[in-house]
């Protein structure tokens, strides 16, 4: 039995069976991360003595006789731009590289106090600002289906360690698609709750009004059980809402009848591939034989989502990236005269080149003379995207997309080209402007390469996602493909 | 349209320094790039509220009371260079 190839919930019932030990689920992992790290390159530092360690405590409890999560003992990779409390956490930049916090994310917590088992931290676009992974100041990850072909970004690392069984699960972080992209160029489940529903504590900001952390997984339960696990309020993060967490394994019901389910012609418009829009319309019919509602419907400020997106996500950015200044912590310029020459040095030498533009970008948007027709203008703007999501909901449960415009492309195709690299996300980022949650699954593929399904709910509706998801991903089977990861 | 001398001035604003190419570069794309947020002009947002987050948020506070917090040497350990308990650099004034 290879058991990296199991999920979560497949481990679980093993372990409780005591067919298996937590024990020996790891060190399966980390024999296929031998395997095939040196293909994927999906971690940037491992942690088999303390995964160990880990799973043997989860070994003793079973042995005691006491009773386990549904996440002990799995191990599950980090984002590596979550804090983790003495393990180096560098969010892929060489500002960061020597960076070794000294307290932990809170989902970090979470997951430990879960007994879940943390196998390293995955490599990422530098301070999560890209869709490729190729942005990494470290090296860059591969797609398991095709190593020519990027895993997508930003969470490349986490995405590709679950798809090629490098991990059990992961977590990553979404700011305009950073979760879901990858999941759906890996043909993973991703998803990207509402935004608060899971506390950013810890994590690295890059724009604070839209970072997200989310799960990824192998299949929709073990994504509900990783939510679960994750999410709640923490009086620590002012940007974490107050609500009770729901029984999201309650919502895995293999039905969807009754759902009226919405699909924008926006996103579905030129531009998408013509193949991932057959699948996307198979998708469609699929869940209309189901019970399901399906019709078009119209998001009006869609084509708006993406300048609107680049004006606030950079502002932030080049805020939240003011503090690395080389005093406290990271990387500090060696050759600098007075203090503001070594800041200007630290920062230059630091960061690299997509981190720099858009700390230029914000900057230029929020300087003096500017601040009204860009930023200001923009967050207007955000306000019309959301009220179309709001009138959408009204009459719809669930809104339903292709995830990306195309399956994962190939290494170097857009790097030299922003603003072509930046429409790669035009399918996701409105979903963080609106806060709402999102999920990314598999529903075919394109050439050997998966095609990713979004579904889009209301504010704190990740149940009613994950009921679809789990609909469509039990009367299909593309989400047991494996790939055979061949360099 | 974004000049040579604008990059120069919001890198001075962003504590960058760059070099030739990367201004040349950055002058042509930010261009690029600003050209087409232009479509944003297209909307009439006259009435409409900014958002810039939505949810209503509240500052975390907490009693003003001794507790467990970091410690100094915790504080310090990540520090490029350091003078006892002080994080040192190079002269400001």
């Not at chain 1, 858009?358 to 027709?373: F, K, N, P, Q, V």
């Not at chain 2, 001075?12 to 002058?27: S, V, Y």
Request: hydrophobic share 40%.
């Amino acid at each position: 039995m290879q058991l990296y190839r199991l999920t979560a919930h497949e481990l679980h019932d093993l372990l409780i069976k005591k067919e298996i030990s937590a024990e020996e689920i790891n060190n399966a992992v980390f024999d296929r991360i031998e395997d095939v790290e040196d293909k994927i390159g999906a971690y940037i530092t491992r942690t088999k003595e303390s995964a160990l360690e880990s799973a043997r405590a989860v070994d003793k409890q079973i042995r005691n006789g006491e009773a386990i999560t549904p996440l002990s003992g799995i191990p599950i990779a980090v984002k590596d731009n979550m804090c983790t409390d003495g393990l180096r956490t560098t969010a892929s930049s060489k500002i960061l590289s020597n960076f070794i916090p000294p307290y932990s994310a809170t989902v970090v917590k979470k997951l430990e106090a879960a007994g879940a088992t943390v196998v390293g931290k995955t490599n990422l676009d530098e301070f999560a600002m890209g869709s490729s992974t190729e942005n990494s100041a470290f090296f860059t990850t591969r797609n398991p289906w095709d190593t020519q072909r990027v895993p997508g970004g930003s969470s490349g690392g986490s995405a590709a360690a679950v798809c090629a069984g490098e991990a059990v699960c992961a977590l990553g972080s979404d700011t305009g698609g950073s979760i879901r992209q990858p999941a759906s160029f890996c043909g993973v489940v991703g998803m990207k709750p509402t935004y608060g529903a899971v506390s950013r504590y810890g994590l690295i900001a890059f724009a604070s009004s839209l970072d997200q952390i989310g799960p990824f997984a192998r299949d929709v339960t073990d994504c509900a059980l990783m939510l679960e696990a994750v999410s709640g309020h923490d009086p620590k993060d002012s940007t974490s809402a107050n609500y009770k967490v729901p029984d999201y394994t309650a919502s895995l019901v293999n039905d969807v009848r009754g759902l009226k389910i919405g699909v924008p012609e926006e996103y579905m418009a030129e531009g998408i591939l013509p193949e991932v829009r057959v699948a996307v319309k198979k998708a469609m019919l699929l869940l209309e034989s189901l019970g399901a509602v399906v019709e078009y419907t119209t998001l009006p400020h869609t084509e708006y989502a993406l300048p609107t997106y680049y004006i606030i996500a950079p502002a932030e950015a080049s805020s939240n990236l003011a503090r690395y200044d080389g005093v406290r912590y990271g990387f500090r310029a060696a050759d600098a005269g007075d203090v503001i020459d070594m800041f200007m040095k630290s920062r230059s030498q630091g960061f690299g080149p997509e981190v720099k533009r858009r700390i230029m970008l914000g900057t230029y948007t929020l300087s003096a003379g500017y601040y009204d027709a860009y930023y200001l203008k923009a967050l207007k703007v955000r306000t019309l995207i959301k009220q179309d999501f709001d009138r959408a909901f009204e009459k719809y449960d669930v809104l339903l997309s292709p995830t990306s415009p195309s399956p994962a492309f190939r290494f170097g195709e857009k790097v030299d080209d922003p603003l072509q690299m930046y429409l790669s996300d035009i399918c996701t980022i409105s979903v963080n402007l609106a806060g709402i949650p999102g999920i990314s699954l598999p529903c075919g593929f394109v050439d050997g390469m998966p095609v990713g399904l979004q579904l889009m709910g209301k504010h704190f509706d990740e149940g009613t996602l994950l009921r679809v998801a789990y609909t469509f991903e039990q009367n299909t089977g593309y989400h047991k493909e494996f790939p055979e990861v061949i360099a | 349209m974004i000049t040579g001398k604008d990059v120069d001035h919001v890198a001075l604003l962003g504590r960058l320094e760059l070099t030739a190419e990367e201004k040349e570069m950055f002058t042509r794309q930010l261009n690029d790039i600003l050209e087409h947020f232009r479509s944003l002009e297209r909307l009439d947002t006259e009435n409409v509220q900014p958002t810039a987050h939505v949810l209503p948020l509240q500052n975390v506070y907490r009693e003003d009371q001794v507790g467990q917090h970091m410690s100094r040497e915790d504080a310090l350990s990540n520090c490029p260079d350091r003078d006892e308990n002080y994080f040192k650099v190079p002269k400001i004034v």
